[in-house]
């Protein structure tokens, strides 16, 4: 069973940085996609950004500038760095992973996701 274990969060000032780690055990294989998603307090879950295996990225229009995500150069890690945090930011971090497989041509896409992590951005 792939389990997904985030880390990073915590509170800080508007304005400030924080850097969100995750990394997947229970796997050899690479997963294809992995990413971030967030949610706020009474607000659906939304995408932050995620990144391939290759590393093609895609962020969150509103997000672009501020985070950037990134793999680590151990397999199945990934990271999130976010600068000049707003309070608007405040929510939970949802690491998210997707496998896919094909097998005798069918495709099978399997998703993960973490516990969360909390960030609070707040003076």
């Known amino acids: 069973q792939i389990q997904l274990l985030e880390s990073g969060g915590g509170l800080v000032q508007p304005g400030g940085s924080l850097r969100l780690s995750c990394a997947a055990s229970?796997?050899?294989?690479?997963?294809?996609?992995m990413g971030w998603y967030r949610q706020a307090p009474g607000k659906q879950r939304e995408l932050v950004a995620t990144?391939?295996?290759?590393?093609?990225?895609n962020y969150a229009d509103s997000l672009k500038g501020r985070f950037t995500i990134s793999r680590g150069n151990v397999k199945n890690t990934v990271y999130l760095q976010m600068h000049i945090l707003e309070p608007e930011d405040t929510a939970v971090y949802y690491c998210?992973?997707?496998?896919?497989?094909?097998?005798?041509?069918?495709?099978?896409?399997?998703?993960?996701w973490g516990q969360g992590t909390q960030v609070t951005v707040s003076s």
């Open positions: 990144i391939t295996s290759s590393g093609n990225t």
């Open positions: 998210h992973a997707l496998r896919v497989t094909i097998n005798g041509g069918i495709r099978n896409e399997y998703d993960y």
């Open positions: 229970g796997t050899i294989f690479s997963l294809d996609v």
